[in-house]
């Protein structure tokens, strides 16, 4: 099972030594993240060591949502982030030089539903009746939480209720907040549900025993491209020995993410939830089906244009992104050949 991390650690430590001839000492690096699960691929490399052990500093600097990391990347701010797609295309889109060069995960939002509304869903396979319904009896749309617009839970959503289920957005009541108060809203009776992503999904429905997930993205946006390794231009251009060796890890530990989760839970624990989910609570949500970690770019190239060009119909987007030029897939085809052999 642990044949290819194995391998990757190899090819981490060969790269550690490319590193070590060119640079007198450790490089330094701003990273943004989410503390979400989607980007867990960054906690397992700091909670194992394994950045240390490759020479690789990572000052990091956590962020409530996507939206305010892109605002952080127009001040200037941060050498690599770990964030979903659809603020990096924001990103790039409102002038900031970044590349997306690695995928994290995809399909992993759910529209998890209590109280009256779960009901509503459990009694019909319709989601728009179960919608319908709620909002007949109730007197009000159904109040759905999820990070701000432009997010890829919020796009995800919009996308849902427009494209999939042809009842547009105005048949809800979407409320934008962070991702610390969307698992207290919900738990709270706030809202009725949220489109969000693990392990609030798994965490509610340990909780309340009505909650329940209704849908998941492979219906809500089939392919939905979703949190991405990106880094500067300059960044890449500056410290390009640092960036594979970064690339090598992101790999061994979507390695270990998708062969051995249980080994990699108690690292994630670290960073997410902070420190207060139990340990059982994380092993569940990286095993959750809405836990499907990817690392080749190549693969949500496609969903990641459907996103565009819905982000760009619904406003999210200000302009059309180049999508070829928002990719860079080099770092990564680089360091597969080698691991390879090719």
């Known amino acids: 099972m642990l044949r290819h991390i194995r391998r990757l ?104 539903a209590r109280g009256p509304l779960a009901e509503d869903f459990a009694a019909t396979d319709d989601a728009a009746e179960a919608i319908a319904r709620f909002t007949e009896a109730q007197g009000r749309p159904p109040k759905i939480a999820t990070f701000p617009q432009g997010s890829v839970p919020d796009t995800v959503l919009r996308y849902w209720l427009t494209e999939q289920l042809g009842i547009g957005t105005d048949a809800v009541n979407i409320v934008a907040m962070g991702a610390d108060r969307v698992q207290q809203a919900l738990l709270a009776g706030a809202v009725d549900a949220a489109s969000i992503l693990e392990p609030i999904l798994t965490t509610v429905q340990q909780r309340d025993d009505g909650a329940r997930v209704v849908a998941r993205a492979d219906e809500m946006l089939p392919g939905q491209p979703g949190a991405v390794l990106a880094a500067r231009e300059a960044t890449l251009a500056e410290h390009p020995e640092a960036m594979k060796t970064l690339m090598a890890l992101h790999l061994r530990a979507t390695e270990m993410l998708t062969e051995d989760p249980e080994a990699a839970a108690p690292a994630v624990r670290e960073f997410v939830g902070k420190r207060l989910i139990p340990l059982e609570t994380v092993e569940t949500a990286l095993a959750s089906p809405s836990s499907n970690y990817v690392a080749d770019p190549h693969a949500i190239r496609e969903g990641t244009r459907r996103m565009h060009d819905f982000q760009l119909e619904q406003g999210s987007l200000r302009q059309a992104v180049d999508l070829d030029a928002l990719f860079d897939t080099s770092l990564y085809d680089a360091v597969i050949g080698e691991r390879d052999g090719s």
């Open 9 to 112: 650690a190899l090819l981490a430590a060969l790269s550690l030594g490319a590193v070590g001839q060119a640079q007198a000492e450790d490089t330094t690096l701003d990273v943004g993240y989410m503390p979400i699960l989607p980007v867990a691929q960054l906690f397992v490399m700091e909670g194992e060591g394994w950045t240390d052990e490759a020479g690789l500093d990572l000052e990091l600097t956590r962020f409530s949502s996507g939206p305010a990391m892109v605002q952080a990347l127009a001040s200037g701010e941060l050498d690599v982030m770990y964030f979903g797609i659809g603020p990096a295309m924001v990103a790039r889109a409102n002038g900031v030089p970044i590349k997306v060069l690695a995928s994290s995960i995809r399909e992993q939002i759910g529209l998890v």
